[in-house]
C-alpha cells in the first residue's frame, strides 16, 4: 500500500486486517432536548455539557475504513458548503476538513473506492460534494461508487415535508444511477470484510455497517447510536422518522455485539471514537469496555 505511515496522533483502530481512521466532519451545537428524545433533561444533562443556549455539541466524525482491497469513507460530515446563514443557524464550531484529515493519511478523496453515507441527512451526507472552481456542487470522491439503499434514495429524490429540511439537493448533485451511484436493497456484503444492512428507524432507508476480519468485529449504527450516551434502547432521537424501530434494532443488535466484545464506531460523541460492547452486571443493559479516545 503506497501510504505514508499513519498520524499518530489521528484516532485509529484496527479490526484484524483492515484499519479505521476518524477525520474531522465538523462541529456544530444543537438543541439538546431532541437529541434525546422522550429523556427528561434531569437525565441527560448529567451526561453531557449543556449551554446556557441549551444546546450541546455535535461532532461528525466521518470514517476511513481501509480493508486489503478497498478505502472506503463511512459518512462525510457538514461538508464545506453552507451559506453563513446555515453556519450560524447550525453554530457550526468546527469546520470540515475531511481532506485535511485524508492528507494526514497520505490520501487525497482521489484514492477513495467506496462512499456508504448511512443516510442522507445533511450533517451525514454533506461532505459527499463539494463546489468546484464555478461554485457548482460536485462529487467530493470523483472515483468512488456512493452507496445508498433503494428506500433512502427514493426520498432523496422525492423528498417528503419533513426530510426536505435535511436532504439538501446540493449535497448529491452530481451523483447519477449509471455513473457513480450504486443503489442496494437490504443486506449486502460489498467487500469480504464490509457488510452493509439496513436498520430503518432513523430514516427509512437508514443503513449500517458491520466490518468483520480475523475474529474481530465493529459496528456503526449511524443514528441509531449517535453517541455512548444512547446505549439503552429507550435513548432515542427526536428526530427519529421511526422510533419503534429504533428501539427494536438496538434491542435485538446490542446483546449480540455485547457477547462478540464488538467495537462500537460513533459519528457524533464529543468524548470517544468507539467502544467496546459489553455485558453491564445487571446481564441486561450494555456498557462499554474499553475506548479509543478522540484527538485532543
Ligand atoms: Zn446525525
Keep these: 500500500m503506497s501510504r505514508k505511515q499513519p498520524d499518530h496522533n489521528l484516532p485509529h483502530l484496527r479490526i484484524g486486517d483492515s484499519e479505521i481512521f ?14 434525546f428524545g422522550p429523556v427528561p433533561k434531569v437525565l441527560w444533562e448529567k451526561k453531557v455539557e449543556v449551554g446556557d443556549d441549551n444546546c450541546i455539541a455535535i461532532d461528525n466524525s466521518a470514517m476511513l475504513l481501509i480493508t486489503p482491497s478497498a478505502k472506503i469513507v463511512i459518512d462525510s460530515g457538514i461538508g464545506d458548503k453552507m451559506t453563513a446563514k446555515q453556519q ?9 476538513r475531511l481532506p485535511e484529515g485524508l492528507n494526514r493519511i497520505g490520501l487525497s478523496p482521489d484514492d477513495i473506492d467506496l462512499v456508504i453515507p448511512t443516510h442522507a441527512d445533511f450533517d451525514h451526507a454533506g461532505g459527499l460534494t463539494r463546489h468546484d472552481h464555478t461554485g457548482r456542487p460536485v462529487p467530493t470522491f470523483p472515483r468512488a461508487q456512493y452507496v445508498f439503499q433503494k428506500k433512502e434514495w427514493a426520498v432523496v429524490k422525492n423528498p ?13 448533485a452530481g451523483i447519477k444511477e ?23 428507524g432513523h430514516t ?25 450516551n444512547h446505549l439503552h434502547p429507550l435513548w432515542v432521537i427526536a428526530y427519529d422518522d421511526y422510533p419503534m424501530e429504533v ?28 467502544g467496546r460492547a459489553q455485558t453491564a452486571r445487571d446481564g441486561r443493559n450494555i456498557t462499554l469496555g474499553a475506548t479509543i479516545k478522540k484527538e485532543s
Design 88 to 96: 450560524e443557524h447550525f453554530r457550526v464550531q468546527q469546520p470540515w
Design 247 to 274: 428501539i427494536a434494532v438496538k434491542e435485538q443488535r446490542l446483546p449480540d455485539y455485547a457477547r462478540k466484545q464488538s467495537w462500537l464506531l460513533f459519528y457524533h460523541d464529543t468524548e470517544i471514537c468507539a
Design 160 to 172: 417528503d415535508r419533513r426530510s426536505a429540511s435535511s436532504y439538501w439537493p446540493e449535497n448529491f
Design 22 to 35: 476518524w477525520l474531522d466532519g465538523g462541529r456544530i451545537r444543537l438543541d439538546g432536548g431532541p437529541m
Design 178 to 200: 449509471g455513473l457513480n451511484l450504486k443503489i442496494i436493497d437490504g443486506d449486502f456484503q460489498i467487500t469480504p470484510e464490509v457488510n452493509i444492512f439496513l436498520t430503518g
Design 204 to 228: 427509512i432507508g437508514h443503513q449500517g455497517i458491520e466490518i468483520n476480519s480475523q475474529g474481530e468485529s465493529a459496528v456503526h449504527l449511524g443514528d441509531l447510536l449517535p453517541s455512548q
